[in-house]
């Protein structure tokens, strides 16, 4: 039975926007949740409040913006 609040298709790209479709496959392949899925997309964003909440990005969601900043509409401008 699937796993209801892992991050889905819909999801990646709600939030995303048009992100490479290997960018999507890899993070499917985490595993990870919803939740998993904003916290490394706003710590990617710089959104502080994320961090002092949750402190640093660990497990799915660490592995998650790993996967985001290898994608080209992510990665670091010196990186493209």
Known sequence: MANPN???????????????????ERILETEGSLADLETAYFSLMGDDRQEDQLGPL??????????????PLFAPVDDR
Not at 60 to 70: E, G, H, P, T
């Open 58 to 71: 660990s497990g799915k969601a660490s592995a998650i913006l790993d996967i985001l900043l290898k994608d």
């Open 6 to 24: 892992r991050a889905n298709v819909n999801d990646i790209l709600r939030l995303l926007g048009d992100v490479d479709a290997t960018t999507v």
